[in-house]
């Protein structure tokens, strides 16, 4: 089982940080023209010094670089690439695959289920409605339950998260079913959002929403090996599953994702990108040492939503 880290033992960190990331190898003219004034003046004004115009030029020029400047560009628009998972790819790694994928600033995101079967709520306890991962559709899903008691469904939440959810991508998957490193280029033309930026089917962080869902993502990851030689982070951030405590935990997710984006952009910025696709290189190093902290600082501003984090590799 990979070390893992809880936000309540950060005191503990450094020896654990230092035991987890020794293996990693890881055209603007400033000058304006006064035409067409109402007073003509007799005796010209000289034309400009020469060395004003050169400085003048210089200095747009060096503004225009500043803002043009590709390579800037490129680092300041790096994105980490997300999985989110619960146990059936319906609810709460749903609503944080919307939070992410329909960000101001959207991120590369997949999701999916841990557990053996799709299951929702049915008319009673022991009557769930089960469906099959990565071949039921969830417009196939919503269809069949509003044909069978529309009011149910439509009061229970069921249909409005089926509805949400046959926006944003085909069908719900199965995490056991991925294989990292595999193209899902399939995904784009199926429409599903946040699949640009996926299609090599490798991401740099995973965060589950239930501990035994974490526990499966680990121990699947291990069984899986490590092909890629590629790390991961594995996070859980425990949800309730339901509507409303979704909601809130899709939003504390998106907060801790834009966190580890500025923190990833700013390593860029400071050691570049070489190495970092292939999950090497100081920058890719620097970063993975940070995550603790930053995953500390979070967990105080949601103290009610528990967390776990460990170093994987895919």
Not at 48 to 68: F, G, V
Not at 259 to 269: P, T
């Amino acid at each position: 089982m990979s070390p893992t880290i809880s936000p309540k033992s950060v005191a503990n960190l450094p020896l654990i940080v230092n035991r987890i990331f020794l293996p990693i190898k890881m055209a603007y003219d400033p000058r304006r023209t006064n035409s067409g004034t109402s007073t003509p003046q007799p005796p010209p004004p000289p034309p400009p010094p020469p060395e004003t115009s050169t400085q003048a030029d210089m200095a747009a020029a060096a503004q225009s670089l500043e803002t043009s400047n590709p390579a800037s560009a490129a680092t300041d628009s790096y994105k980490l690439k997300f999985c989110t998972v619960c146990a059936s790819n319906n609810n709460r790694s749903m609503e944080a695959h919307l939070q992410l994928s329909g960000a101001p600033t959207a991120f590369p995101v997949i999701s999916f289920g841990t557990g053996s079967l799709v299951r929702l709520p049915g008319p009673s306890i022991t009557q769930p409605n089960v469906y099959s991962f990565n071949t039921t559709s969830y417009n196939q899903m919503y269809e069949e339950l509003s044909g069978k008691d529309e009011r149910l469904y439509r009061s229970n939440g069921i249909l409005n998260m089926l509805d949400r959810n046959r926006q944003l991508k085909w069908g719900p998957e199965r995490f056991q079913d991925w294989v990292p490193g595999v193209p899902r280029v399939d995904h784009l033309s199926k429409g599903d959002k946040g699949a640009v930026g996926t299609e090599g089917g490798v991401v740099d962080v995973i965060i589950t929403c239930e501990e035994r869902c974490w526990d499966a993502v680990v121990d699947d990851l291990m069984n899986k090996g490590t092909a890629l030689n590629y790390p991961v982070h594995v996070f859980n951030v425990d949800i309730k599953d339901n509507h409303e405590e979704a909601l809130t935990g899709g939003k504390a997710i998106l907060d801790l994702a834009n966190r580890l984006n500025e923190a990833a952009v700013a390593e860029h910025r400071v050691h570049g990108s070489e190495g970092w696709e292939n999950g090497t290189g100081p920058a890719r190093q620097s970063f993975d040492e940070k995550v603790p902290e930053i995953l500390a600082d979070w967990q105080e501003k949601y103290p009610n939503l528990p967390a776990l984090w460990t170093l994987a590799w895919l």
